[in-house]
């Protein structure tokens, strides 16, 4: 039984370690930016659950979609982290959609190969589209539009 339970509570430890300790680098290789253009430590991303945001400013449903995305994200800043992916035309379109909405999350710098990477490996065909990862880094849903069911994955 000791033996059990030594076993379980290596397992446990190990989980939470590596969910702590999950390097979102390895997801964004080119790191992250505001809408600043500033550098954004993917490290602030550690222990959180993180939503991949494709978007555009162009896109009728995603502007829609932003402010809801944007209260909601603000709610839960304490467990959720954003991370957009941009579709715009431009750098500058980028940085004028992150500013005119208010996003309060980093992006993976314009056309990073990172963004596009996520895309293709998540089957994106259409934005606005909302990637949702555990803090250990494992994919939970594809659907994170459907924000009530992602409110319930952060409980």
Known sequence: MRILLALLAGIF???TASAANFDWKTRFTEGLVDAEG?????ASLAGKYVAVYHSAHWCPPCR???PELVKFANAH????????VSYDKTAADMTNYMTETKMPWAAVPYKAPSGKK??????????????????????????????????????
């Not at 500033?38 to 993917?42: A, C, L, N, R, S």
């Not at 994106?124 to 994955?153: C, F, H, M, Q, W």
């Open 13 to 15: 430890a190990s989980s």
């Open 118 to 155: 996520n895309a293709e490996e998540n089957g994106v065909k259409g934005i606005p589209s909302l990637i949702v990862y555990g803090p250990d880094g494992a994919l939970l849903t594809k659907n994170g539009r459907d924000l009530a069911a992602v409110e319930k994955l952060l409980k």
């Open 64 to 66: 829609a979609f932003t």
């Open 38 to 42: 500033k550098t954004v430590d993917t």
């Open 77 to 84: 800043m304490d467990k959720l982290a954003v991370v957009f």
